[in-house]
């Protein structure tokens, strides 16, 4: 059996692509797996890194707007179109299946014309352009949000299956984590992230806020903030010969993610689709602040489902102060009950079984 996978751009179209092929390859012995992505995407230093082969096309993203470079795009929209109609012919795949980005575009639209059984992925609330053109041709359309069923036209072809999730971040142990990290069981533990590039913003309304935790005994922050932004916030805190107390922990990266989140008990954090699955598999509170410099600003849509059913607080970049962070940690800080009730309903909206069912929707078109 022969899959073709393609999606990319960005972490968020591709880690779930990688997570949906770990599972073929894990379900079904002599699976031949390609993935088919472009030079520039994140794609090409992840995808290898994962053990899958990588052949890129030449596609380009549309600007919103018209220009000159949208000349260039439809350019390379005919030349992807060659290039997927080349490596589909060859490769001669039982399915097609796209996660996302403008990649997958002309991948899954001639996998469809050549009668591929095709499958999309869509991770946001709100689908990508891509995916809603594609909605159109394909057998197939998995979606992670019931709330998105309306932007597809809540056609039959509709499963919502959720994010995949990896398992480091199912049935994480708090204590475990924390035993690990060298963090107290008592301790209130706040981790903040701003995406794996860092959130300027985030970063730089943090850093007055660790100066104002400084030393406090009853809670500890931990702030990643990206390795573009390390250097200039560790300034910014230690400016005017402040010095860090053990209660402040300031990383530049984190490659155990999952036993962090796993040792804290409230998480500040960007709104994307993938992050969202992984602290809602942990049963986390949060408080999230969308980016408003993504697409169809689809983050404030995905942060909105958590809080309109009780698992977050949503706070908008433009309201990201030091005071209204403080404000807000110490109010959730004495309240336990609210918390525990955030953690309930976070736990109510993962989806720890998605890889599972995307793989058994993925199996029974194949089998169709």
């Known amino acids: 059996m022969k899959v073709l996978i393609s999606g990319g751009g960005t972490g968020g179209h591709i880690y779930p692509a990688i997570a949906i092929a770990n599972k073929i390859r894990e379900e079904i012995k002599g699976v ?112 992670s949000f019931e709330e998105s069923k309306e932007y597809f036209g809540n056609n039959n072809k509709i499963v ?47 850093a007055k806020v660790l100066r104002k935790f400084n030393g406090r005994k009853d809670i500890r922050l931990i702030l990643v903030t990206g390795s573009k932004h390390y250097e200039p916030i560790l300034k910014m805190i230690n400016k005017n010969n402040f010095k860090m107390k053990d209660n402040i922990i300031v990383m530049e990266y984190v490659h155990d993610m999952a036993k962090y989140m796993g040792a804290s008990d409230l998480v500040m954090c960007r709104a994307g689709a993938i992050t969202l699955a992984e602290v809602t598999a942990m049963g986390l509170p949060t408080v999230l602040i969308p980016s408003p410099y993504v697409a169809n600003n689809h983050q404030e849509f995905n942060a909105k ?6 698992a977050s607080v949503l706070l908008p970049e433009k309201e990201l102060t030091d005071r209204n962070i403080i404000n807000l940690l110490n109010s959730l800080l004495n309240d336990e009950k609210r918390l525990k009730e955030m953690e309930a309903k976070s736990k109510e909206l993962s989806k720890p079984n998605a890889t599972d069912m995307i793989y058994t929707n993925i199996l029974n078109l194949i089998k169709s």
Do not use: W
């Open 32 to 143: 031949e797996i390609l993935f088919v992505g472009t030079k520039k995407g994140l794609e090409s230093e992840l995808v290898p890194k994962a053990g899958y082969k990588l052949e890129t096309i030449t596609v380009s993203g549309f600007k919103r707007k018209l220009s000159i470079d949208t000349f260039s795009s439809i350019k390379d929209l005919f030349l992807g179109i060659k290039d997927a109609t080349k490596i589909i012919r060859k490769f001669k795949p039982d399915l097609v299946i796209g996660t996302g980005g403008y990649v997958c575009g002309p991948v899954v639209f001639i996998a469809s014309l050549l009668n591929v059984k095709t499958v999309i992925h869509e991770q946001n609330v709100i689908p990508g352009m891509t995916n809603k053109i594609l909605s159109k041709f394909v057998n197939k359309i998995l979606v």
């Open 160 to 206: 919502v299956t959720g994010n995949p999730v990896r398992k480091d971040f199912i049935d994480v142990d708090k204590k475990g984590c924390r035993k690990v990290l060298g963090i107290d069981d008592d301790s209130f533990v706040v981790m903040t992230f701003g995406g794996s590039r860092g959130a300027k913003k985030i970063n730089e309304t943090m």
């Open 305 to 310: 489902v958590l809080e309109k059913n009780g």
